[in-house]
């Protein structure tokens, strides 16, 4: 089973360099340690580097590609500009509240969905996080958080705002989401905060990027009760990874037979709500009822 508890996630940048070092040191007929001897580098750092588990830099890959007699301008420039975003995408934009993020969990979240191009996220209790205004983030993060002091609180809110830029701007993510009727009525108890968050579920859906789905209370039993997860696409050829939410246990896999199966689900949930256009008209006549 390709559980994964520790997400020290390679970018995806890194994987495709990885993949293509390889295939470009097998070409030449070399072996790791015929290289690691010609660039007077240690064989087990070639390794890391060709598995993806170690980052490298401009340099070294000139270095690497002359030893692989890559004389193509082109296709050096494309492998350089895969180790510079590489090096981007390791300067974390979370990395400045890490007092408040768990690094072996939200951490590993946060930097698996910065990469994706596309989110297909299941939520039973709550809004899901890229949908949720400012306000319900701070509520949700103060209720499930009670061991949080308020400054850490707004950090984490500020986390969760600044997520959003994923769906913003030239190349956004796509996201779609089947939120579940239950989150929505656990807000009843406040009418006007309820209202609120259903005018900013329609203001956000309003996105070409975004398709939001409402699952009603009345489809009954349904295989999502398992709990939330996500499953996120990234650029060939990077694997789809899915990402299931389980508290201080949450896990990614990125195992066929996993991702196959929260699709299935997923797709079983999409059948079951309402489509995008009665989900609104549905968000539509529960604030006239308000």
């Excluded at 020290?8 to 097998?26: D, N, P, T």
């Excluded at 974390?92 to 951490?107: D, L, P």
């Excluded at 061991?147 to 993510?173: C, F, H």
């Excluded at 309402?274 to 549905?282: A, D, F, K, Q, V």
Aim: proline share 5%; glycine share 6%; hydrophobic share 40%.
């Amino acid at each position: 089973m390709a559980s994964k508890r520790n997400p020290a996630l390679k970018s995806v940048y890194r994987r495709q360099l990885s993949a293509r070092l390889k295939e470009l040191r097998e070409d030449a007929e070399l072996t790791m340690a015929d290289v690691a001897q010609a660039l007077e580098i240690n064989q087990g750092s070639l390794s890391r580097i060709e598995s993806g588990d170690r980052g490298t830099t401009p340099v070294l890959v000139k270095a690497m590609l002359d030893c692989y007699g890559v004389e193509d301008a082109s296709e050096r420039d494309d492998i350089l500009d895969l180790v510079r975003a590489d090096q981007a995408q390791r300067q974390q934009w979370w990395r400045k509240y890490s007092a408040v993020i768990n690094t072996s969990q939200y951490g590993g979240y946060l930097s698996l969905e910065s990469s994706a191009t596309s989110l297909r996220n299941y939520e039973p209790g709550l809004i899901p996080g890229l949908l949720q205004s400012e306000e319900y983030a701070r509520r949700v993060i103060t209720a499930m958080r009670f061991d949080l002091k308020p400054k850490e609180i707004e950090a984490l809110v500020k986390v969760r705002m600044s997520r959003k830029r994923l769906l913003e701007g030239e190349g956004a993510a796509k996201l779609w989401a089947v939120l579940d009727e239950a989150a929505l009525r656990r807000l009843e108890g406040t009418p006007g905060f309820l209202k609120e968050e259903l005018n900013h579920l329609l203001s956000v859906e309003r996105q070409t990027n975004i398709q939001v789905q409402l699952l009603p209370l009345s489809a009954g039993l349904h295989p999502g009760l398992y709990g939330s997860f996500v499953l996120m696409d990234f650029p060939d050829p990077n694997p789809e990874v899915v990402w299931v939410e389980n508290g201080p246990n949450s896990v990614y896999f990125d195992g066929p037979e996993e991702v196959a199966r929260c699709t299935e689900i997923f797709d079983h949930l999409r059948a079951c709500a309402l489509g995008p256009p009665e989900t609104r008209s549905y968000f539509r006549k529960m604030i006239k009822e308000l």
